[in-house]
């Protein structure tokens, strides 16, 4: 069974561009979260998603950030106009009921130029 | 608002000592606890859950103990060895609501040297 996959592993933008960051939950999961790690503080959740539903956004910056998990295909977080503070490592974890374990994938790194 | 604390922010060890690692937490409403390991550059591996109504949770050289009443977890390491080394994260989920999110520490640095 295939862990959570995340891609791509490292991105690099420039400011003002867009950034789309992907999550593959583990087969059965059909709850996924994403969490930031800002340079030298702690995991922050963003976003709790199930499938076409968005549970909780409460993490998440009110502009230029989305998420969507669709009934097909890999949850998505999209950062629009990116700028220099938006660098930093986002995960994605996924588990199979709400309260459950919650697996983590690889995560993508994202620098700001 | 769920705070977490870990102390220490950082520990050495010399190889083969046994250690624990504390977890702190504000609200003792949790749902459930999980300890992490993340290595430099990685994700992040879970190594226990214990449920709100569990005192512990073993799993190899790892035993993490969870008291609601007085807010805290402790992550004991038995026997430590070099591949050790990493950063070991705790997080908690609130009970109450639809929100599972995983409230974090700022982890605690573990190096162990052979």
């Known amino acids: 069974n295939a862990g959570v996959m995340q891609n791509p592993r490292h991105l690099v933008r420039r400011r003002g561009q867009e950034a789309r960051l992907r999550c593959s939950p583990m087969k059965g999961h059909s709850h996924v979260y994403w969490y930031r790690q800002l340079p030298e503080e702690g995991l922050k959740f963003m976003v709790y998603?199930?499938?076409?539903?968005?549970?909780?956004e409460s993490g998440m910056p009110k502009e230029r950030f989305s998420a969507e998990f669709p009934k097909e295909g890999p949850s998505i977080l999209r950062i629009q106009q990116v700028v220099r503070g938006d660098s930093a490592a986002y995960f994605c974890a996924s588990s199979p009921s709400p309260g459950n374990e919650q697996y983590f994938g690889p995560g993508t790194r994202l620098t700001v130029t | 608002k769920q705070e977490v604390t870990q102390i220490p922010a950082a520990l050495s060890v010399p190889e083969g000592e046994n250690l624990v690692l504390n977890c702190s937490f504000t609200d003792s409403a949790i749902y459930n606890l999980q300890w992490f390991r993340q290595d430099p550059g990685k994700g992040l591996t879970s190594l226990l859950l214990i449920q709100s109504s569990q005192r512990e949770q073993t799993s190899g050289r790892l035993n993490a103990s969870l008291d609601k009443s007085s807010g805290r977890s402790t992550l004991y390491i038995a026997a430590s060895q070099p591949g050790d080394s990493a950063t070991y994260l705790c997080?908690?989920?609130?009970?109450?609501?639809?929100?599972?999110?995983?409230?974090f520490g700022k982890g605690t640095l573990l190096t162990v040297n052979p």
């Open positions: 998603l199930q499938k076409e539903n968005i549970i909780d």
């Open positions: 997080a908690v989920i609130l009970t109450g609501g639809s929100n599972y999110k995983l409230t």
